[in-house]
């Protein structure tokens, strides 16, 4: 019996390849996908045991990648590796089927103790992120704020992983002006972290 497959997902090429040197030495790596839409393809034709994703991705997040993907049929295991410790995409983590979500500050061994886990059936979930769950629910805004157009094309950017210089060259605006926004966004909403925008998104639909 072979090793276990993985695929692996994140627009990162330094973090993708300190990972990959992670893997090599217990599972095979099948691939390095850099967006969401590459995620999609290659696993569709690679079909591994495991994915690992980043959940902010350029051209599709990393939600939307896995919920495409389980209407394809694929079967793989989904683990999140993110830096965004939210209780709001932890849940939403677990509505796309994920069998894990690991902090990319956690050490290196946490990731390989996740494959592991997930590979057995089970699901892992760091204690860190279940507080943060519970936090999250109990805490989350019962109000939607009314976003302007402009507004609402920068937030939908930013949970897709760009950059604010991106952001302005796509929207034809300045960094300034894409700056501007994302701030007036962060304080009518009472939000200091870029994750918690990215929490709003999802809540709106458009990631």
Do not use: W
Not at 41 to 51: F, T, Y
Not at 125 to 133: K, W, Y
Not at 168 to 192: D, F, P, W
């Amino acid at each position: 019996m072979g090793r276990p497959t993985i695929l692996l997902a994140d627009d990162h090429k330094m973090v993708a390849q300190g990972l990959a040197s992670l893997l090599r030495d217990e599972f095979e790596l099948l691939d390095t996908a850099e967006n969401g839409e590459a995620l999609v393809e290659a696993a569709v034709l690679l079909q591994p045991d495991i994915i690992i994703a980043d959940i902010s991705m350029p051209i599709l997040n990393g939600f939307d990648a896995v919920r495409r993907l389980k209407l394809k049929g694929v079967s793989a295991k989904i683990i999140f590796l993110t830096m965004h410790a939210d209780g709001a995409l932890v849940a939403e983590a677990i509505r796309c089927g994920a069998s894990g979500y690991v902090l990319k500050n956690s050490a290196g061994e946490e990731l390989l103790s996740a494959i592991r886990v997930v590979l057995e059936g089970k699901t892992f979930f760091p204690a860190s992120a279940n507080q943060q769950l519970d936090v999250s629910a109990s805490e989350a805004p019962q109000h939607r704020l009314k976003l302007t157009r402009r507004q609402t094309e920068v937030l939908r950017l930013v949970a897709q992983g760009h950059t604010m210089k991106e952001i302005a060259a796509e929207l034809a605006i300045s960094t300034r002006t894409a700056e501007s926004h994302k701030y007036e966004m962060m304080q009518a909403m009472g939000v200091e972290t870029t994750a918690e925008l990215i929490q709003y998104a999802i809540k709106l639909g458009l990631t």
